[in-house]
């Protein structure tokens, strides 16, 4: 049974590691040519808008799924005509826009940051004044790791974005005063069966995570709860089937919406070594109409991102519960490289392995908090 997955990074990678145990092969269809995922499985290079190209890649495949969520729709709708494609395609259109996946938000009664639609300069006072300052600039499309997004903290701030506008559609939000960034995992079967992951903390540093630690430190139930129903909603209108993240800010024991990922997540790497079932794995039983795994922590996981180099492994592997995953790709400022997975029993055991790390490991990105209640404003 062959499985095709369109984009080969990191994401596919892993999903392809924990497709193999359950006799399933893989293609992957990508336009790089060093697409991390030549390594293990076979690759098909090439544009995802190279018609012939998806005709090729569909032949004799089981089902197809994605890995990154900037596929072009168009190609899955392609793909569609020959072979079932999870998540849907209208599951990946909503999540390519972030005005189309607010709406989404705000349909179905999820709480979400303010918003506003800009698509030309002389469009943008209106929205600072209905939005406020200060607000984040975003493009609606293709906008990850920080991309795409500008801040504008003064009057000054938007008068100097107008002098030179972003050509493209765009999206103002404002600032949220908020205690945490929280994120679900949340996985759907063909037949419609639901689990949830715990709530994961995460850390971000110039707009790229750093550190996730799940279950989240003092996750309370109506918390865990709130996550799951915002999820299980979103599920249920786009008839989505696969893991789906969505990020949260939590603010005074509320959940607000940021935006959902419609695959497997960042965030939700711990799961490898920290979860009964890995987020990859459940998200190949998924799509393949199989029974969803326990998804269950063992204990408390750190997951922290290796971003543009990479540590030395034996400083690494000395730690009890250490995991280092590298995906091979080469090391360069700001590209994800690999992650380290620590498991311990519970918060302090956990905060005591952190501290063992090696000196790559000291900077304020990747320090666990004593207390995660610090307030801080974020879009």
């Not at 072979?83 to 390519?96: F, G, H, I, N």
């Not at 493209?168 to 037949?191: D, K, P, Y």
């Amino acid at each position: 049974m062959t499985i095709g997955i369109l984009g080969g990074g990191q994401l596919g990678y892993m999903l392809a590691l924990a497709g193999y145990p359950l006799g399933l092969h893989f293609r992957f269809l990508d336009p790089s040519p060093e697409a991390p995922v030549g390594r293990i499985a076979q690759r098909v290079t090439a544009e995802y808008t190279d018609q012939d190209a998806l005709e090729k890649f569909a032949n004799g495949l089981e089902l197809v799924t994605y890995e990154f969520e900037n596929v072009p729709v168009a190609a899955a709708r392609c793909l569609a005509k020959h072979v079932p494609v999870y998540p849907p395609p209208k599951a990946l259109e909503a999540a390519q826009d972030r005005l189309s996946e607010k709406n989404l938000f705000e349909k179905l009664g999820i709480a979400t940051t303010a918003f506003a639609e800009v698509n030309k300069a002389s469009e943008l006072d209106a929205a600072v004044k209905r939005i406020g300052l200060p607000a984040m600039l975003k493009t609606r499309r293709m906008g990850y790791d920080g991309k795409g997004q500008w801040v504008l903290r003064t009057y000054e701030d938007v008068a100097k974005v107008k002098k030179d506008f972003p050509a493209a559609q765009l999206l103002l939000e404002n600032f949220v005063a908020f205690q945490r960034e929280l994120s679900i995992l949340a996985v759907r079967g063909r037949s419609g069966e639901t689990a949830f992951y715990p709530l994961a903390e995460n850390h971000h540093c110039s707009g790229i995570l750093r550190l996730s630690i799940a279950p989240a430190p003092k996750l309370s139930s109506l918390l865990q709860k709130a996550g799951e129903q915002a999820a299980e909603r979103v599920m249920r209108e786009l008839d989505y089937v696969g893991v789906l993240a969505i990020e949260f800010f939590e603010c005074n024991g509320e959940l607000v919406a940021n935006e959902m990922a419609p695959r497997v997540h960042n965030s939700g790497h711990w799961s490898i070594e920290g979860g009964a079932t890995s987020q990859f794995e459940n998200h190949l039983r998924a799509v393949l109409g199989m029974p969803l795994g326990a998804t269950t922590a063992l204990g408390v996981s750190a997951m922290l991102n290796l971003i543009g180099e990479v540590p030395e492994a034996a400083e690494v592997l000395t730690i009890p519960d250490a995991h280092l995953h590298l995906y091979g790709k080469s090391p360069r400022p700001g590209r994800k490289v690999g992650h380290v997975t620590l498991r311990a029993a519970n918060f302090e055991e956990l905060k005591g392995r952190m501290a063992r790390l090696p000196g790559f490991f000291r900077r304020p990105e990747f320090c666990l908090p004593a207390e995660p209640v610090a307030v801080a404003h974020r879009s």
